[in-house]
Every structure is written in C-alpha cells, then in structure tokens.
C-alpha cells in the first residue's frame, strides 16, 4: 500500500496547471451510454475513478479508448445491462448509470454504489425520481437493484434538496424519455452544467442549468459524433490554494474557472490570504503564514462553501490565529480526518456537524491514516505547514481525486515522496 512522506516546512513557489474535474467527467462519461455516435471527451484527469467508470463502460459493451487526457467512447452497441459490483462498489457515481442505462436499453441491475465514508449517503431521492418517471425498481438480495422501464417518461420532479447525483441522474434519465422533464430545486453545481453543456452538444433539448429548474425534452435516438472538453476541477484548485495558504510562498494557478472557486477564495482571503484573478483564468495566490481565524463557515450547496473543501479548509484554520467555527451541512460524518490531524497537534472539537478550530501556533509531522479523498487532502495541506516529517498512509483514497498529487507539489518546491 503506498504513503505520502512529506518534510512539512517548505514554502510553495511558481505555477501549476489545473485538470479535468473528475465530479464533471463522471456523470458525461455516463451520458455517453445514451449516444450511438462517438463521443470524444477532452481534459479528463488521470485518477481511479475515472478509470473505474471506463472500465463499467466496456464491460456495458462500448468501445472505450483512452489516448492522454482523452477518452472516446463508441455507444453504437450495448451488449449487457450488469453492472459488475465490484465497479459499482467503489464509487459513487456508478449510480447515474442508472439513469443511462436505463434511458437506453431498458433494464439494469445495479448494486447500490460506493464512494467515500462521510455519512449513509442514501439513495432514495434517485429511486423515487426514476420511479416517478415509470421505472419499477427492485432490490434484489444483497442489495443489487433490479429496474426496469419500457421507456422513461417526462414527468415534473421537485427534489426534496438539490441532491448533484439525483440532478444528473434524472437529466441522464430524461434524454431519452417521452415528453417534457422538469427538475425544480435541481442542483446548480458547475458539474450539473457541464452535463448540460455535453448533452446539448448531442443535440439534446435541455436548458436551465445552474439555475434550480432544469427542462429537458426526450428524444427518441441520440445519435451523433461529439467532441467536448470537461471544466477544470474547482476542487483541485480549492486544495492548491489551501496548500499555499498553509505552507506559504506564491503560486499561479493556471486555467482556473474563478468564479467556480469564488467562494474558496473569499474565505481564504477572510483568513489573510492574497488572491487575485489575472487574465482570464489564472489566479495568483499569495500567503505569509499569518493567518487569523474566521468567525463561522458554513458549507452549503453551490454557490456557497463546498463541502468538498471544508476538511482542507480546517487544516488551514488549525494555525490560523483565533478560534473559528465550521459547520458542515451537507453531509452527516465527514469529520472522519480530525483525529488525524490532532496527531498533528491541532486543537479541534467536533460536536455533530459543529468544529470549533482553535488556531495552534506549530503543528508537528506525525503517523496519520487517509479516511476518504477530501480528509485525505487535508492532512496532505497539515503536513505542508507543519514541523517534520509526516506519514500517510492510505492514499489510494487521495488518488480517486488527485493526479499525482506529489509530482505537481514536487514542482512546486514542496518535499513529497511516495512510497
Ligand atoms: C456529489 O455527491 C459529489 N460526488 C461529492 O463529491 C460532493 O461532496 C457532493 O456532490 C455535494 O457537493 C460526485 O459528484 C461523484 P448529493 P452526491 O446527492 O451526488 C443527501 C468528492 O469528494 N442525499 O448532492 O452523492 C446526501 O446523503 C465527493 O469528490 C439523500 O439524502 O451528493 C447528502 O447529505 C464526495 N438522498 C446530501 O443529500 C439522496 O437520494 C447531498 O448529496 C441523495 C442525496
């Protein structure tokens, strides 16, 4: 199993470039089942899960070429309707295939997905929304979902929160549906338009994205010869501004979507860090180590904090001057990588879905476990910013989101190794 060993300490200087969002490159990567053309999908980020999802798409029967940063997908056959669960296990994403699948061929049996550990993640906003649009749904022994549909049809859905997985599970589900679907309370993330973007390009009736109502009108047969780039991951950014910020120095991020990480930065700033746009899609940011503590973060579906960032947020805050308060509101039990970072020596108590981070002047390198992707950063950001030597272990949950994490920070004059 391999770790991270990082000599904490170092300030970070010079430039790095921002890849594909894996959270956009899931979901259009599930759409591409519906196209009988080809679809030629660009800046896809090297990780597991991309890898994952391009192994469920030729086991499905589709041709799946992956040259650099590019994938192809042939979708002119489809020649099985299982999913093998021991690809839908590993991530979460495996359950918009639902809505693809299904769209396409009728039938699908699914176990339920993976992904990380940061609550139940239950999935009954998904089932009810397909359920309503005519599918029947069973769960089969040991939790592998039967369902079936002669062909979807348009409905209106008002989610009950604007779920990103139910949202692109039900635009996936409506392509290929009779008539007119609308989402009310859809989810307005970055990622939800990117889908959008993609399925237009297939020539798919569908508008509203980023808005909270989604329209879509089916089709009958999607067919057509595609070529489309995904967004920069917002999240990727989120995390190399958070590196900055704890370790120091100066660091150009290159093809940055600013607005996608406006909310990042606008913390960040609160905390004393400098980020300035320059151009049209670099973002310089700037830090001296002297941080102070924000009064209170609340994460919140887009535009507001994303939940994705708090854990590398709170390694920040950990030696940030004061006491901050950071409430998580979108998921029940993502403060799994606290513990860690207490190794450290940081001062966190977490009551429920409440962090109260008392800013400590020193952190020290310590033995720590990777729990999920996003803590797993987190203690990537720590261990920057500390004194000594820190161990990770675990990282294979740093890689689902990270390509080659230690190389772009290596370049950057940090002191990672794997091992
Ligand atoms: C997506 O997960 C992302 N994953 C997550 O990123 C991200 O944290 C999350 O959206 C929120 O932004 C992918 O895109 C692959 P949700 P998703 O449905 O779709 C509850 C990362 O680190 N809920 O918006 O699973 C749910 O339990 C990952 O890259 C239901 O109750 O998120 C949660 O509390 C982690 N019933 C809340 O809604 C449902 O049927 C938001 O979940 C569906 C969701």
């Known amino acids: 199993m391999s770790k991270f060993i990082i000599e904490g300490g170092n300030r970070l200087h010079g430039e790095l470039s921002i890849t594909g969002s894996k959270n956009a490159v899931l979901p259009i990567l599930a759409a591409t089942v519906l196209n009988r053309g080809t679809s030629t999908i660009n800046n896809c980020p090297n990780l597991e899960d991309v890898k994952t999802m391009q192994e469920i798409l030729t086991s499905l029967g589709l041709k799946v070429e992956r040259k650099g940063q590019s994938i192809t997908v042939c979708g002119d056959t489809i020649k099985t309707n299982e999913i093998p669960e021991r690809l839908a296990g590993k991530m979460r994403s495996s359950i918009v295939l639902m809505g693809s699948v299904l769209g396409r061929v009728g039938e699908i049996f699914i ?3 993976g992904g990380c550990a940061i609550g139940p993640r239950p999935i009954d906003m998904h089932l009810s929304s397909l359920r309503k649009m005519g599918a029947e749904i069973d769960d089969l022994y040991k939790g592998i979902l039967h369902c079936k549909v002669n062909r979807f049809s348009g409905t209106e859905i008002l989610l009950d929160y604007p779920s990103v997985g139910a949202t692109e599970n039900i635009m996936l589900a409506a392509c290929l549906a009779k008539e007119e679907t609308i989402i009310r ?8 338009v990117d889908l959008q973007n993609f399925l237009q390009k297939t020539g798919v009736e569908i508008n509203g994205a980023g808005t909270g109502i989604i329209r879509i009108k089916g089709r009958s047969e999607i067919k057509a010869d595609v070529t489309y780039k995904v967004i920069p991951d917002r999240i990727v950014a989120g995390t190399y501004m958070t590196c900055v910020a704890g370790a120091g120095g100066e660091l150009v ?24 746009l ?22 919140t579906p887009y535009p507001g904090f994303p939940t994705d960032m708090q ?10 001057a004061g006491a ?16 860690q970072l207490m190794r450290m020596g940081a001062d966190i108590t977490v009551r429920e879905r409440v962090a109260v981070v008392k800013g400590v002047k020193r ?34 949950h740093i890689d689902r989101g990270y390509d080659r994490l230690e190389e772009k920070l290596s370049s950057v004059g940090a002191k990672i190794i794997r091992v």
């Open 185 to 192: 309370n859809a989810a307005k993330e970055p990622e939800i």
């Open 253 to 276: 991020l290159r093809d940055v979507d600013y607005e996608a990480v406006s909310s990042t930065a606008y913390y960040l700033r609160n905390c004393g860090v400098d980020i300035k």
């Open 311 to 320: 854990p590398q947020f709170v390694a920040v805050l950990a030696k940030a």
């Open 111 to 113: 176990s339920y997905p």
């Open 363 to 396: 952190l020290t390198g310590a033995h720590m476990e990777a729990c999920d992707l996003r803590g797993g950063a987190a203690l990537v950001v720590a261990a920057l910013s500390a004194e000594g030597t820190s161990v990770i272990n675990n990282i294979i």
């Open 278 to 299: 320059i151009g049209e899609k670099d973002l310089l940011v700037k830090s001296d180590k002297n941080l102070k503590a924000i009064e209170v973060v609340r994460t």
């Open 324 to 339: 901050s308060v950071v409430i998580e509101t979108v998921f029940e039990n993502r403060y799994g990588y606290v513990e």
